[in-house]
């Protein structure tokens, strides 16, 4: 059984930074990708970075420089390393993985999904 598990969430305050993690079990992290996506209140889910397999990584435009995203191959866990956050950064973010292929931004193209971790940045 595949599961994922974010961590790492919490209360900051503007231009703070945050580190999520994303532990994968039940499957080795050797093929397709993992994303990170987000979620505000009365909002869609939206991509915000993907790393696969190969190391090759990807960011959406929001938070591209701001964001990091990394792979820990011995603890089969994804981190994504966030600076300079603002408000708008405000979500539930959810780690996927997708079992086949490369790079994937889009939300059904991933087969499976953590439970989330709520990021609130506030003053």
Do not use: H
């Amino acid at each position: 059984q595949v599961q994922l598990i974010e961590s790492g969430g919490g209360l900051v305050r503007p231009g703070d930074a945050l580190n999520l993690s994303c532990v994968i079990s039940g499957r080795p992290f050797n093929s397709g990708c993992v994303g990170w996506f987000r979620q505000g209140a009365g909002k869609e889910r939206e991509f915000v970075a993907a790393i696969a397999w190969s190391d090759w990584k990807y960011y959406a435009d929001s938070v591209k420089g701001r964001f990091t995203i990394s792979r820990d191959k011995s603890k089969n866990t994804v981190i994504l390393q966030m600076n300079s956050l603002t408000p708008e950064d405000t979500s539930v973010y959810y780690c996927a993985l997708n079992t086949v292929g490369t790079i994937r931004t889009r939300v059904q193209e991933y087969d499976y999904w953590g439970q989330g971790t709520q990021v609130t940045v506030s003053s």
